[in-house]
Structures are given as structure tokens and as C-alpha cells.
């Protein structure tokens, strides 16, 4: 085993080190610094949870970058798109869904978000076939108008706009529009405002049980009397609503970690009671619309992992990086010390087989005449011989022994017959 093998081994190790290092990079890769999340409308609910969940993000030396569109379907069309650098958006329910949007995934449902529909005037409305002929503003949801289409309500009897909340509530006040429908949570101001004017009616959605079952995306609620508003009796009586649920899309490509991190925070945020909600409702396990990203559903069943539980975000991915290390080293240890000793005895004898080569050219070249000059190269080679052998390890191997014993004899005659073809030159 000369400097030659001992370079090749050096070579080979450093091959694997670099080809574990790139490896790890690619299946471990680091969580990015920062991601980007589409909220909707500028001053919309959603800015408002961006805001939250950019501050708990924070903590985490991740950056929230808010983006803006013009509703839910402009802000899950984005994310579709794999370079409009969006990562993630908070959306309505019945938008779209995994049919519609492949390549997306859902953190879970994190909160009710009823359908308000909201009419001025003297005439009771309980069955939403009575808006058949109206001036309607309806939200940027499809569930609105699909739940309208059920009774008859559609673009060829009716007039429909699509407005947002606050634009829909001024057109309402206006008289521009008869009646609105939108879809928004009910801590959200703009509702409480309308629920607290008397000039507005709500609509008691009397087949609200049906319209659940028809459309699996929504839920019924139930806004019980007094809940708005103990003192002024708001409402006056329990009124039945449908309701969509708010959600959180992402990417199905988004680096694992950041989903952990965005489930904890959704976990943290949404996972308390609400007038709506029990303790630990939302954020929901399952989705309607989307298959559940896997990482968020762990999170949700089990809390943090070990890791989590004990390092720092930033440290997580270092620590799996090591863990693996660990992993392979052990997996390649263990092999290296059962099979290294065999290796290495057979790289011993494979070298003394080689000498034992050599040594039987010089015996073989001994059985014929030999001048004085062809007596000394012989020699020469034989010394060679000795002299690899004697840097061989394991010198206490029976082969190695054999070995010198038959280079002794091999030298013992050559030098007979160096010493008889002297004496025939002294003769002549």
C-alpha cells in the first residue's frame, strides 16, 4: 500500500464528505428569512390577521411581506402562479378549489366567516327566493351567488353586482341596491356597525340546515338573541345563518419548517372561543376544498416536535442537518469496523501474493544459464523483493513468514551459483 492507494483513499473520503454536504442541501434545505402573503383588499380583515401574524412570525426572525389584490380569487390566482413570489394567502372559503387550483395545500380552516344578507325596508324576508327581482350586491365568494342560483336567483331575473363589504354597505344605505350578501367575520367592525343600525334587517335563514347539506363548504350558525348586545336585546331573537370558513392556502412546495411555524401561529391565534366557536375548533384538521398540508395536520394532532419543543426556529434545520450526519456516519461505521479488518487482511495478502509473483520470475529465470552480469540484476530484484516485504504490516502472518523463508532460499542459490560461475572463471 504505497503514497498512490493512501491518495486514493483520501480522494474517495473527500468525494463522500462533498457528496453528503450537497446532499444535505438539497433534501435539508434551509427555511427562508422571509415570506409573502396575500391578505385581499388593502384595510380588509385580512391585513388586520397579517398584522397579527407578522408580529409572531417576528419572533421567529421570520419576515411576513404583505401583498394586496382586489379579492380572494385575484389572491389564490397569484399563488397559482409559481413566480409571482407569493408563498401563502388568506382566503375565503368557495372561492375555488384543489380541483380548480392543483399545486396548493391548506393549513386548515381558522375561522367562520357568516353571510350577512343584509336588506332596508318594511317587507320580512325569510326565504331567499323573495329576492328574485331585486337589486343585489353580492360578495367576491362564487358560494354566494351558487346559494342564490338554489332558489331561483340568478343574472336573468335579477340584478347582480359584486361589490366589496364596505362598498356593498354604502350602496345598501344609498338605495343603489335592494339587499347585500357578504361574507365576513362578526368581531369584524363593519358588522357590528350594521348589526347595531336599526335601519338594517338580517335575514333568518329558515332552511339554513338544508343549504349545509347541499353545499358541504358551509356551516349553519346561529346568532342567539341578545349576544351582539345584551342591553339592547341584539338581535331580538335567534336568527339562523350560513356561513363559509376563512382560510389559509399555501403552496404545497413551501419548505416544511415554514409550515410547522405557520401552524403554530394559526394554532396560537384562532384556537381560542369565539360566539361561534369552542376552545380548539379552529384551526381545523381537515378541509373541505383542499387536501391538508401533512406537516400542519402533525402539528395539530401531536404539538411541537422534539425540536421544536427545545431549540430556537433558526437552529431546527442545523439540527437535522447534524442528526443525518449522525445518521449515516453510524450507518457507515458500522460496516467499515465489521468488514475493514477482512479488507485490510486481503489487501496484505494480495500484496504478498504479488511479491510471491516476483519471486517465482527470479526462481524461473535461476533454472537456466545466467551470466555473472544477469546473476547481479537477479539479486538486485530479489533484494526488492526483501525490501517490500519488510514494510509490510501484519508481519506476523504465516504468509508473510513463508515469504521470507523462500527469499532466504532463493538467495542462498543465487549465491551458489554466483560462487560456481566464479569458480569456473578461475578455472579457464
Not at 345563518?241 to 394559526?266: F, G, K, W
Request: aromatic content about 8%; proline content about 5%.
Amino acid at each position: 500500500m504505497g503514497p498512490g492507494f493512501i491518495v486514493r483513499i483520501l480522494a474517495a473520503v473527500a468525494c463522500v464528505i462533498a457528496i453528503a454536504w450537497i446532499a444535505l442541501w438539497y433534501f435539508i434545505p434551509a427555511p427562508p428569512h422571509e415570506i409573502t402573503m396575500a391578505v385581499g383588499v388593502k384595510d380588509g380583515p385580512f391585513e388586520h390577521l397579517a398584522l397579527r401574524y407578522r408580529e409572531r412570525l417576528a419572533r421567529h426572525h421570520v419576515k411576513l411581506n404583505i401583498r394586496f389584490t382586489k379579492s380572494s380569487a385575484d389572491s389564490i390566482k397569484f399563488l397559482r402562479d409559481s413566480k409571482s413570489g407569493l408563498d401563502a394567502v388568506f382566503s375565503i372559503g368557495g372561492v375555488t378549489n384543489s380541483s380548480e387550483s392543483p399545486g396548493l395545500v391548506s393549513l386548515g380552516r381558522i375561522a367562520y366567516s357568516p353571510i350577512w344578507i343584509l336588506y332596508r325596508g318594511p317587507e320580512t324576508i325569510d326565504n331567499l327566493s323573495q329576492l328574485m327581482g331585486k337589486r343585489l350586491s353580492l360578495g367576491p365568494s362564487t358560494a354566494h351567488a351558487k346559494i342564490l342560483a338554489a332558489y331561483g336567483v340568478n343574472a336573468e331575473n335579477t340584478t347582480l353586482l359584486t361589490r366589496s363589504a364596505p362598498a356593498a354597505e354604502k350602496m345598501l344605505r344609498d338605495g343603489a341596491v335592494d339587499a347585500i350578501s357578504i361574507s365576513q367575520q362578526v368581531t369584524n367592525p363593519n358588522i357590528l356597525g350594521v348589526l347595531h343600525d336599526p335601519s338594517f334587517r338580517l335575514v333568518n335563514v329558515a332552511q339554513a340546515e338544508a343549504l349545509t347539506q347541499l353545499f358541504p363548504s358551509l356551516s349553519r350558525l346561529t346568532l342567539s338573541q341578545g349576544v351582539i348586545d345584551l342591553k339592547k336585546n341584539i338581535p331580538a331573537s335567534d336568527i339562523n345563518l350560513i356561513s363559509l370558513t376563512d382560510v389559509v392556502l399555501v403552496r404545497a412546495d413551501l419548505h416544511p419548517e415554514i409550515i410547522y411555524l405557520l401552524a403554530q401561529t394559526m394554532k396560537q391565534e384562532h384556537g381560542r372561543a369565539g360566539i361561534f366557536q369552542r376552545v380548539g375548533e379552529f384551526p381545523t384538521q381537515t378541509d373541505p376544498e383542499f387536501p391538508m398540508a401533512e406537516e400542519a395536520v402533525d402539528y395539530y394532532k401531536n404539538g411541537p416536535s422534539f425540536l421544536q419543543r427545545y431549540l430556537p426556529f433558526w437552529m431546527i434545520n442545523y439540527a437535522k442537518r447534524i442528526a443525518a450526519i449522525l445518521i449515516a456516519a453510524v450507518a457507515v461505521v458500522i460496516p467499515v469496523f465489521t468488514y475493514a479488518p477482512r479488507l485490510y487482511a486481503w489487501l496484505v495478502n494480495a500484496r504478498l501474493l504479488r511479491l510471491y509473483r516476483r519471486l517465482r520470475l527470479v526462481n524461473a529465470r535461476l533454472k537456466s544459464e545466467l551470466t555473472a552480469e544477469q546473476i547481479a540484476a537477479l539479486q538486485g530484484d530479489l533484494d526488492d523483493i526483501d525490501h517490500a516485504a519488510s514494510v509490510l504490516p501484519m508481519r506476523h502472518s504465516d504468509l508473510f513468514f513463508s515469504l521470507l523463508m523462500h527469499i532466504d532460499m532463493t538467495r542462498t542459490r543465487l549465491a551458489a551459483r554466483a560462487a560456481a560461475l566464479q569458480q569456473l572463471g578461475s578455472a579457464a
